[in-house]
Nanobody, 114 residues
Framework: QVQLVESGGGLVQAGGSLRLSCAASGLLFPLNVMGWYRQAPGKQRELVASIDNGGRTNYADSVKGRFTITRHGDKNTVYLQMNSLKPEDTAVYYC????????WGKGTLVTVSA
């Protein structure tokens, strides 16, 4: 059974930093792409950042220059370093992995206070 487990969410003041981690288990081979999505109250889930197994990254415009995604490909582990956090970054952050199909974690809450 494939599982993606996130950690690292919490409460932080605006301007602060958090680091999210996600580890995938139950797979026989590396995920093609791993990434982070977020969903704020009343809004649709949106892509935050992704990284493929060649190290190519993609970021939402709203987080460019502030967030950095990295990955241990052979371990199916992905990290999201979030700096200069803003109240509008408040959301539940979901880890995503893609190979043949999408796999999702249960999410971790990030709250940024003004």
């Amino acid at each position: 059974q494939v599982q993606l487990v996130e950690s690292g969410g919490g409460l932080v003041q605006a301007g602060g930093s958090l680091r999210l981690s996600c580890a995938a288990s139950g797979l026989l081979f590396p995920l093609n792409v791993m990434g982070w999505y977020r969903q704020a109250p009343g809004k649709q889930r949106e892509l935050v950042a992704s990284i493929d197994n060649g190290g190519r990254t993609n970021y939402a415009d709203s987080v460019k220059g502030r967030f950095t995604i990295t990955r241990h490909g052979d371990k199916n582990t992905v990290y999201l370093q979030m700096n200069s956090l803003k109240p509008e970054d408040t959301a539940v952050y979901y880890c995503n992995g893609k190979v043949v199909m999408d796999y999702w974690g249960k999410g971790t809450l990030v709250t940024v206070s003004a």
